[in-house]
């Protein structure tokens, strides 16, 4: 058993190299931040609702009709279900989210005043909203960080780079918590999407060109998968 002293010590230490990585991401993407299109607070919750296991970039071909079409909340409220499922029928599981799409209207609506509200607690009462949701919306229409949103770019690496070993959202959310500061926590996500989609991709990670390679204790590993073009 690791003694309180101990494990003190490995802490300090992940939290060097954590913010040692952070800073050499953040100098890479200065500019990282989301990349869903939307007007105002309730198309942002309807991208991301949309945005799940889907990407950005099929998210935004589909919302850029939608939002046309649906102008207010009370529009999704009030719309046929079955249109508007085939009104982003090109989105995975579709079915669903133009389900929680419109649960969600309804709710805010009646119960928050017509207005996304702006607490945790609150977001994650509407229908398919979880913490990753609920985070990217607190923080980009409210400015508010009560955790760190996590994709699948973020699961992967978080893992990766051995801040944490948990495969439940929840749980690779709660170390990074543990790792980085509160004002982090919102940037950390676009640097580490930024990064999973430029170098540390899924099948080919570009290990010889990664800025935190030798920080990465995957790095070794990984690099046979580092094919040269």
Not at 17 to 27: D, H, I, P, T
Not at 38 to 61: G, H, M, P
Not at 189 to 201: D, S
Request: hydrophobic share 35%; charged share 30%; net charge positive.
């Amino acid at each position: 058993m690791v003694s309180l002293r101990v494990y003190c010590k490995i802490m300090r230490s992940d939290k060097r190299r954590a913010q040692q990585v952070f800073s050499r991401l953040e100098k890479e993407y200065p500019k990282a931040k989301i990349i869903l299109k939307y007007s105002n607070n309730f198309e942002l919750l309807v991208s991301v609702i949309l945005s799940a296991q889907t990407t950005d970039k099929q998210v935004n071909k589909v919302t850029a009709k939608l939002f046309k079409k649906y102008k207010t909340i009370r529009d999704y409220a009030q719309a046929d279900l079955i249109q508007l499922q085939k009104d982003i029928r090109s989105i995975g599981l579709y079915n669903n989210k133009a389900k929680y799409i419109q649960g969600s209207a309804v709710m805010i609506l009646k119960k928050y005043d017509g207005k996304v509200p702006d607490t945790m607690e609150k977001l994650t009462s509407l229908p398919g909203v979880a913490r990753k949701t609920a985070n990217i919306v607190l923080g980009n229409a409210f400015d508010k960080f009560e955790g760190v949103a996590v994709d699948t770019h973020v699961k992967r690496l978080s893992n990766r780079l051995g801040f944490s070993q948990e495969s439940s959202p929840e749980k690779i959310e709660r170390d990074l918590m543990k790792l980085f500061i509160n004002r982090q926590w919102f940037k950390l996500t676009y640097l580490l999407i930024g990064h999973g989609r430029a170098t540390c991709q899924a099948r080919k990670p570009k290990c010889s060109k990664c800025v935190v390679n030798e920080l990465c204790p995957s790095a070794e590993v990984l690099s046979g998968a580092d094919f040269k073009k």
